[in-house]
C-alpha cells in the first residue's frame, strides 16, 4: 500500500494542476526572424559492411552545408534517385564546420547575465550561420578518407581565423531485429 497524502501534499497538488491548466504559451513577437535552413535530397552510398552490397539511400542534407563544402559532387553525393529512406536510427558520415570571427567576444547571456565567450561569426542578433554540416561519401574506406583530407585543406581558409574548426563524424549504421 501507499502512503496517504496529507492535506496540505493534495492542496499544492490542485494548485500545481490549476496552474498547469492556466497556463498559456508565449506567442512569438511580431517581426522576430525565424531561420529557415532548406534542405536538399541527395543520394548517399552506404559504407558499413552491414549494409547490403551496393544500397544507397536517400537523405536530407542542408543546402548551405552542401555549398560551403563544396557541392555535390566533392562530398560524393549524387542527385536524389528512387531509392529507399535510410533506416530508423541512421546516421550518414558527416563533415562539419565552425566559422569563427578573428577574435572571439565576451558577452552576456541575455536570461541570466551570465558571461561566456562566442566564438562564432557575427554578433549574437545577427543570424549569421556559422555552423555548416554535410554528408560525405566514397566507395570504399581509404577513398573516403582521401575525399576528407581535400575538403578539409580546400576548407581551412575559410573557418574565419584560428577558433574555426572542421572535423568528420563517421556512418552510423544501427543493425535491429526484432523478436
Do not use: C
Not at 522576430?32 to 539511400?57: C, G, W
Not at 563544402?69 to 558520415?93: C, K, M, N, Y
Not at 566507395?139 to 577558433?163: N, Q
Amino acid at each position: 500500500m501507499g502512503r496517504r497524502k496529507s492535506a496540505r501534499q493534495i492542496e499544492r497538488d490542485l494548485a500545481y494542476a490549476k496552474a498547469r491548466e492556466a497556463y498559456n504559451p508565449p506567442l512569438r513577437e511580431d517581426g522576430a526572424a525565424t531561420q529557415r535552413r532548406p534542405k536538399t535530397a541527395v543520394k548517399y552510398a552506404v559504407l558499413s559492411p552491414l549494409a547490403t552490397a551496393s544500397s544507397a539511400f536517400t537523405i536530407q542534407a542542408s543546402s548551405s552545408g552542401i555549398q560551403f563544402f563544396g557541392g555535390i559532387t566533392a562530398l560524393g553525393l549524387e542527385v536524389q534517385g528512387t531509392d529507399p529512406r535510410e533506416p530508423r536510427g541512421f546516421r550518414p558520415a558527416q563533415v562539419r564546420a565552425m566559422v569563427s570571427d578573428t577574435s572571439p567576444a565576451t558577452v552576456r547571456a541575455k536570461g541570466s547575465n551570465r558571461p561566456y565567450t562566442r566564438y562564432g561569426r557575427g554578433n549574437r542578433d545577427s543570424n549569421a550561420q556559422y555552423n555548416y554540416s554535410a554528408p560525405v561519401t566514397a566507395d570504399t574506406p581509404t577513398a573516403l578518407d582521401t575525399r576528407v583530407k581535400a575538403i578539409f585543406t580546400a576548407i581551412k581558409p575559410s573557418l574565419g581565423g584560428e577558433y574555426g574548426r572542421v572535423w568528420f563524424e563517421a556512418e552510423l549504421y544501427p543493425l535491429s531485429a526484432s523478436g
